[in-house]
C-alpha cells in the first residue's frame, strides 16, 4: 500500500477520544461477559437487560477495577484510570410524529411506513406489538 499525498500525521498518530476508549473499554468487558454467558459460566446475578445494568451487575461481582486480561494497553483500565458506567438510568426510547411535533411512546410501529433506500432489497418486517418494560 502506498500514500499518495501528502497527510497530517496526527490522523493516525493521536489516539482515540475519551468516549471512543470508554465504548471500546464497555464492549471488552460486555465481551467477556457474552463468552461467559456462552460458556454456562457466568452468575446468574447477571440478569440485567441493558448494557450499563450488566456492566454494573458485572462490577458488582467481580470488582470495579477487574481488567480481562486480553484487553491491549491503551484499553486497560486501572484503579488510577478507571472504568466508569453511568449509575443514571438507560434513557427510554420515543417517537416524534414529524407532523404535529408531538412525542408518543407508541411501540406498535409499522415498518411498510418506512421508505426503502434506493438499491436496497427489501427485507420483510412484522409488526412490533410489544412493549419494552
Not at 27 to 38: A, K, N, V
Amino acid at each position: 500500500m502506498a500514500i499518495l499525498r501528502p497527510f497530517s500525521e496526527e490522523k493516525i498518530t493521536c489516539g482515540t477520544s475519551g468516549y471512543l476508549r470508554q465504548e471500546f473499554r464497555e464492549l471488552e468487558l460486555l465481551d467477556e461477559i457474552t463468552s461467559l454467558r456462552f460458556s454456562q459460566q457466568l452468575s446468574s446475578k447477571i440478569n440485567g437487560t441493558t448494557q450499563n445494568v450488566i456492566i454494573q451487575q458485572y462490577q458488582a461481582l467481580i470488582g470495579k477495577h477487574y481488567c480481562p486480561s486480553r484487553v491491549d494497553g491503551p484499553l486497560r483500565w486501572t484503579e488510577q484510570d478507571p472504568l466508569f458506567v453511568s449509575t443514571e438510568d438507560d434513557e427510554v426510547w420515543s417517537f416524534t410524529n414529524a407532523k404535529t411535533n408531538q412525542t408518543s411512546n407508541n411501540n406498535n410501529i409499522k415498518y411498510s411506513q418506512f421508505i426503502s433506500a434506493v438499491g436496497s432489497k427489501g427485507v420483510q418486517f412484522h409488526t412490533i406489538n410489544s412493549k419494552r418494560k
